[in-house]
């Protein structure tokens, strides 16, 4: 009788199976078409404080290389030129502050971070944020370098010269006081 | 000869054998692709996906892409295999496959051969399959591909045993083996097929019972024969990595993978002739013309297909004592009671 049983369950147990993956096979789908039909940042799924692409807001960066100190796979390079005080056209910091160097090169290379979000947190002025972008994908490795400083190389020269001059000018007025 | 509309229109000559040898041909390679996007599509439908959206129309073309991957892949022929067995395993396996459809009868106008022993041919050429997994085993040099080898050899030769009851069944309640004359004696709609006992008296309710469990019986034991799941331990992924054919590749992994369901449609082929009505439309006389019979020959034999694809994402694997128990203990006892029962009612109707 055990064995009748058996086979009488196997057929029902089949059976029943069937049926689920047959509502299964005309029910609704959980795909979403992505990115054809939907998209995580524009529909807004994806979570505000996702870790993905930073981004450095230059006009609140002081170049006070905590970032790239508290970096744990040293993926941000930063050249600071001081500020002299022989400048005349330097913008406030977005704090409110005076500006103490110029950033001439913030470097994240996004090939070596590993979004640990370490350099927003050591961030004092907040400048350096993690953002929802996540399609940034290249073919060319050097492309995933980013440069977030604000002034051109022919700026950046100019600042150098600035500064130089005005070590310059403070050598010399040393040497004219001796 | 004189029913096949193909030697009506050519005669006698090299371009009825071409033609005749073609469509098959033809047909098993559309049926193959179309049968590999319904694997797809139905996979991932049942499992609540959208599957393959993004080569043609919602993935239409992605059987197309499939094959034309498969052609370009590097054919790797292992150092220490036996080249030639190697080599010939999946041609085997094809040529296995394909061979049953020289019997098959697409339409009452258009058989390939027309053989009086059609349903004992295309069951001795289902067999061919199991050389073709022992030899590409055997030659892999692999062990994983030497246990799936011995396992489809032990699960096939068992199971050929149900199949062999279940068609002499059908063969004792038709009296014959011609597969055009099993067909012609299920017409006059769907009460007269043989999962209804045939035409004959209404004494016949008394055997339905013996023909339902006798087309349980062959359909399970075919999808042994075809080594899908649940009968799916040759191959089994994750135990024997992908049994007989682990180290194929390319083209010849392509063989087999068309050989797999050229057989599906051959065994669907086969429980439509038996059972449903082989080409004979359901509604009697009504759109049965031999074009029809062909679209309702087909479209039985698809829904088989499908039944397969449906039952490889419902049911696990069996475990290898398992799949003895079934064949042994329960389906060739039933087999064999209902191949007793069938007898009678053929001597008696």
Same mark, same amino acid.
């Given at each position: 009788?055990?064995?009748?049983?058996?086979?009488?369950?196997?057929?029902?147990?089949?059976?029943?199976?069937?049926?689920?993956?047959?509502?299964?096979?005309?029910?609704?789908?959980?795909?979403?078409?992505?990115?054809?039909?939907?998209?995580?940042?524009?529909?807004?799924?994806?979570?505000?404080?996702?870790?993905?692409?930073?981004?450095?807001?230059?006009?609140?960066?002081?170049?006070?290389?905590?970032?790239?100190?508290?970096?744990?796979?040293?993926?941000?390079?930063?050249?600071?030129?001081?500020?002299?005080?022989?400048?005349?056209?330097?913008?406030?910091?977005?704090?409110?502050?005076?500006?103490?160097?110029?950033?001439?090169?913030?470097?994240?290379?996004?090939?070596?971070?590993?979004?640990?979000?370490?350099?927003?947190?050591?961030?004092?002025?907040?400048?350096?944020?993690?953002?929802?972008?996540?399609?940034?994908?290249?073919?060319?490795?050097?492309?995933?370098?980013?440069?977030?400083?604000?002034?051109?190389?022919?700026?950046?020269?100019?600042?150098?010269?600035?500064?130089?001059?005005?070590?310059?000018?403070?050598?010399?007025?040393?040497?004219?006081?001796? | 000869?004189?029913?096949?509309?193909?030697?009506?229109?050519?005669?006698?000559?090299?371009?009825?054998?071409?033609?005749?040898?073609?469509?098959?041909?033809?047909?098993?390679?559309?049926?193959?692709?179309?049968?590999?996007?319904?694997?797809?599509?139905?996979?991932?439908?049942?499992?609540?996906?959208?599957?393959?959206?993004?080569?043609?129309?919602?993935?239409?073309?992605?059987?197309?892409?499939?094959?034309?991957?498969?052609?370009?892949?590097?054919?790797?022929?292992?150092?220490?295999?036996?080249?030639?067995?190697?080599?010939?395993?999946?041609?085997?396996?094809?040529?296995?496959?394909?061979?049953?459809?020289?019997?098959?009868?697409?339409?009452?106008?258009?058989?390939?051969?027309?053989?009086?022993?059609?349903?004992?041919?295309?069951?001795?050429?289902?067999?061919?399959?199991?050389?073709?997994?022992?030899? %590409? #085993? *055997?030659? @892999?040099?692999?062990?994983?591909? +030497?246990?799936?080898?011995?396992?489809?050899?032990?699960?096939? $030769? /068992?199971?050929?045993?149900?199949?062999?009851?279940?068609?002499?069944?059908?063969?004792?309640?038709?009296?014959?083996?011609?597969?055009?004359?099993?067909?012609?004696?299920?017409?006059?709609?769907?009460?007269?097929?043989?999962?209804?006992?045939?035409?004959?008296?209404?004494?016949?309710?008394?055997?339905?019972?013996?023909?339902?469990?006798?087309?349980?019986?062959?359909?399970?034991?075919?999808?042994?024969?075809?080594?899908?799941?649940?009968?799916?331990?040759?191959?089994?992924?994750?135990?024997?990595?992908?049994?007989?054919?682990?180290?194929?590749?390319?083209?010849?992994?392509?063989?087999?993978?068309?050989?797999?369901?050229?057989?599906?449609?051959?065994?669907?082929?086969?429980?439509?002739?038996?059972?449903? %009505? #082989? *080409?004979? @439309?359901?509604?009697?006389?009504? +759109?049965?013309?031999?074009?029809?019979?062909?679209?309702?020959? $087909? /479209?039985?034999?698809?829904?088989?297909?499908?039944?397969?694809?449906?039952?490889?994402?419902?049911?696990?694997?069996?475990?290898?004592?398992?799949?003895?128990?079934?064949?042994?203990?329960?389906?060739?006892?039933?087999?064999?009671?209902?191949?007793?029962?069938?007898?009678?009612?053929?001597?008696?109707?």
């Amino acid at each position: 009788m055990e064995y009748f049983k058996n086979i009488i369950e196997g057929l029902s147990t089949t059976a029943k199976g069937m049926k689920i993956t047959l509502n299964h096979l005309f029910g609704k789908k959980v795909t979403n078409q992505y990115p054809d039909e939907y998209h995580p940042i524009l529909s807004g799924d994806i979570p505000p404080n996702s870790r993905n692409r930073i981004f450095v807001d230059m006009s609140g960066c002081d170049g006070c290389e905590q970032c790239n100190k508290a970096c744990p796979v040293n993926c941000i390079e930063i050249e600071t030129v001081k500020v002299a005080p022989t400048d005349e056209n330097v913008p406030l910091m977005n704090d409110g502050k005076k500006r103490k160097f110029w950033v001439i090169k913030h470097e994240i290379d996004f090939a070596k971070c590993c979004f640990c979000s370490l350099c927003t947190e050591v961030c004092p002025t907040n400048a350096i944020q993690m953002t929802v972008e996540f399609e940034y994908s290249e073919y060319d490795r050097e492309k995933l370098k980013y440069n977030f400083s604000d002034l051109t190389p022919e700026q950046a020269a100019e600042k150098k010269r600035i500064w130089e001059e005005y070590q310059e000018a403070k050598k010399r007025e040393q040497e004219v006081k001796k | 000869m004189e029913n096949n509309f193909l030697y009506n229109l050519f005669g006698n000559n090299v371009w009825f054998y071409l033609i005749t040898i073609a469509i098959p041909l033809v047909f098993v390679l559309i049926y193959a692709l179309i049968a590999i996007l319904g694997e797809l599509k139905i996979a991932s439908w049942i499992q609540d996906r959208l599957g393959p959206m993004r080569t043609g129309w919602k993935g239409v073309l992605q059987p197309i892409a499939e094959v034309v991957k498969l052609i370009q892949k590097e054919d790797i022929i292992p150092a220490n295999a036996n080249k030639a067995l190697f080599n010939l395993a999946p041609y085997i396996m094809f040529t296995g496959a394909f061979a049953a459809y020289a019997a098959i009868p697409f339409s009452s106008q258009f058989v390939p051969a027309h053989l009086n022993i059609g349903l004992f041919y295309i069951f001795a050429v289902g067999a061919f399959a199991i050389i073709g997994i022992v030899m %590409g #085993g *055997w030659a @892999s040099n692999n062990k994983y591909s +030497l246990l799936g080898a011995m396992r489809a050899v032990s699960q096939m $030769v /068992s199971y050929e045993i149900p199949i062999a009851f279940a068609l002499l069944s059908i063969a004792a309640l038709a009296g014959t083996l011609d597969l055009q004359d099993i067909i012609k004696q299920q017409e006059g709609g769907i009460w007269n097929w043989f999962i209804f006992g045939g035409n004959g008296s209404l004494i016949k309710i008394l055997f339905i019972p013996f023909t339902i469990s006798l087309f349980l019986v062959h359909f399970t034991s075919s999808l042994a024969e075809t080594n899908r799941i649940p009968f799916d331990i040759p191959e089994g992924e994750s135990e024997i990595v992908a049994g007989y054919h682990t180290e194929y590749s390319g083209m010849k992994f392509a063989m087999f993978f068309f050989a797999e369901y050229a057989n599906m449609f051959t065994v669907s082929a086969l429980v439509t002739i038996c059972f449903f %009505g #082989g *080409w004979q @439309s359901p509604f009697g006389d009504f +759109l049965n013309s031999p074009i029809m019979q062909s679209v309702w020959f $087909v /479209s039985k034999a698809m829904f088989f297909v499908f039944v397969q694809i449906w039952l490889r994402w419902t049911l696990p694997r069996l475990r290898v004592d398992q799949l003895m128990f079934v064949s042994w203990k329960v389906l060739t006892p039933v087999a064999f009671v209902c191949f007793i029962a069938l007898s009678y009612w053929g001597l008696i109707k």
